[in-house]
C-alpha cells in the first residue's frame, strides 16, 4: 500500500507486525467459533471465559497494543497517545457510536 496520502506513516518491524496480525486472526476466528456455539447451544459464558483465561487473552492484547503504540508514539509522540488512549471508552461504558453503528 502506497502511503502517498501526505499522513505519516507509522513503522512496525515485520515480526511484530506479523505477531499482532496472527494474534487477531486467532480472536477473530475463536470468538466467532465460540459466538456459533453459543448461538447452537454448544457454549456459555463458561466457554468464554475459559478461552480468555486460558489462552492469556488479556497479556496477549497488552503486548499487541504495546507495538502499536510504540510504533504511532514515534510519530505523533507519548504525551499524544496517552491522551488518545485516555479518551478510549471501556467497559463497562455504554458502548461507543461505532460498535452501535456495527449493529
Known amino acids: 500500500m502506497k502511503a502517498d496520502s501526505g499522513e505519516p506513516t507509522v513503522m512496525v518491524p515485520l515480526a511484530q507486525a506479523i505477531e499482532v496480525a496472527r494474534l487477531l486472526e486467532c480472536l477473530t476466528v475463536s470468538l466467532d467459533r465460540i459466538g456459533s456455539r453459543m448461538a447452537g447451544g454448544d457454549a456459555d459464558a463458561d466457554t468464554l471465559d475459559r478461552f480468555i483465561t486460558e489462552w492469556l487473552i488479556g497479556p496477549q492484547v497488552s503486548r499487541a497494543r504495546t507495538v502499536l503504540w510504540d510504533a ?32
Not at 509522540?77 to 456495527?102: C, N, T
Open 72 to 103: 504511532v508514539s514515534q510519530v505523533i509522540g507519548e504525551k499524544r497517545v496517552e491522551e488518545i488512549a485516555e479518551a478510549v471508552p471501556r467497559f463497562p461504558d455504554a458502548p461507543p457510536d461505532e460498535v452501535r453503528r456495527l449493529r
